[in-house]
């Protein structure tokens, strides 16, 4: 028989978490920008609409131009999207595009209906099956 004694075990809580912290940091960073960077290559620019239901045209390039991502410390989460863009302090544009729905029009009273045109649905989805391997031996 073999025989062993434990007399101390030692856990260095503060090394443990603050690896874990910057992991955590690292590897959704990587992901913020690997969806960014999916979801701005979603978008074509070209002087049509694009068919509802598959990514926005970019006539501008603002769209494309502003789409961000973000480490959320206290959360420890990350945000992807783009910034609210503003036009006569309506920002609604990249709301409207990933999920449809009306706005007032340009001229009248008149409201305006728009059908979705996924974006960053569909570059997060895309991107989700690489976040394990993200983490796999993350942890150092």
């Keep these: 028989m073999f025989g062993f004694e434990i007399t101390k075990l030692f856990f260095d809580k ?17 992901f913020g920008a690997f969806v960014r960077r999916t979801a701005r290559s979603s978008i074509r620019k ?3 609409s694009s068919p509802p239901g598959s990514p926005p045209s970019s006539h501008v ?8 991502f973000g480490y959320e410390p206290q959360k420890r989460s990350v945000v992807i999207g783009p910034v609210q863009l503003t036009q006569k302090g309506r920002g609604e544009a990249p709301r409207l595009l990933e999920h449809g729905g009306t706005a007032p029009a340009k001229r009248g009273k008149k409201r305006a209906t728009y059908r979705p045109r996924p974006y960053m649905g569909p570059a997060f989805e895309k991107e989700r099956p690489k976040l394990p391997a993200m983490w796999r031996d993350s942890i150092k």
């Design 46 to 48: 070209r002087k049509k």
């Design 14 to 30: 503060k090394a443990v978490t603050s690896r874990t912290d910057r992991a955590t940091r690292k590897v959704l960073s990587r």
């Design 61 to 68: 390039g603002l769209l494309k131009k502003f789409i961000f």
